[in-house]
């Protein structure tokens, strides 16, 4: 019983921040670019393509280009409600050479994108200055190419994975003035479909960008 006190209480807390004054309450848009990093290592490779009854050994590049277009309505100064769309381009690459079942070399490259909803917290510090931090879900893609020569025949490949992952992050908004406002963000994908190799990875994005309200 004290339990379920506990997170009613808990609860009507969230609650009324989310709704509490509406003065504040406004649509925005906004957009990012950066680059995104993979977390995998060149050991991976061995381990993931083995999983797959193939010997080899590669490298890795792990970062891209990539980005994000939003749009977000404030509920307050404290918590704003924001939904997207997020290109982390091809954040795998891999290249190495296989020796069984066949003797190979190989290449190929994961690109990734996706939709997200997220609710955002902002902390202001003065000075225009606010924190922020994000919790949210999101619907991510991958698409793999891939091609392996052996004895001069080369054969592609392609593959594409779905799924629905959670994200979190952090930043740093400053208002430029009452309509306009930058922002520095550190995002994380976790868990996000790797339809190359066939392992999960995280994704982070570290970006800046512009928001403009209305």
């Known amino acids: 019983m004290e339990r379920t006190k506990m997170m009613g209480w808990a609860l009507s807390l969230v609650l009324g921040l989310i709704m509490g004054p509406t003065a504040s309450a406004q649509w925005y848009v906004g957009g990012n670019v950066g680059e995104s990093r993979t977390q995998y290592s060149d050991s991976k490779i061995s381990s993931d393509l ?3 009854g193939v010997t080899a050994t590669g490298s890795a590049s ?3 280009v990539g980005g994000k277009l939003f ?6 100064d404290n918590f704003a409600l924001e939904g997207g ?3 982390l381009g091809n954040f795998l ?3 190495g ?3 069984a079942p066949t003797a190979a070399s190989f ?4 690109q990734g994108q996706g939709v997200n909803m997220d609710l955002v917290g902002m902390l202001p510090f003065g000075k225009g200055f606010s924190g922020i931090g994000r919790l949210g879900a999101a619907y991510f893609r991958s698409d793999a190419t891939a091609a392996a020569s052996a004895v001069g025949n080369v054969s592609p490949a392609t593959g594409t994975a779905n799924r629905g992952i959670l994200e979190a992050g952090l930043g740093l908004q400053y208002d ?17 479909t790797n339809s190359l190799t066939g392992s999960d990875v995280n994704i982070d994005l570290y970006s800046a960008g512009l928001v403009v309200k209305f």
């Open 85 to 87: 769309y997020f290109y």
């Open 176 to 192: 430029f003035t009452k309509t306009v406002a930058g922002r520095l963000e550190w995002l994380r994908y976790f868990n996000a």
């Open 71 to 76: 749009v977000g309505y404030q509920l307050n």
């Open 107 to 110: 290449n190929g490259s994961d």
């Open 93 to 95: 690459r891999i290249s």
């Open 50 to 52: 083995g999983a797959l």
């Open 97 to 99: 050479t296989a020796t």
């Open 62 to 64: 792990e970062t891209a």
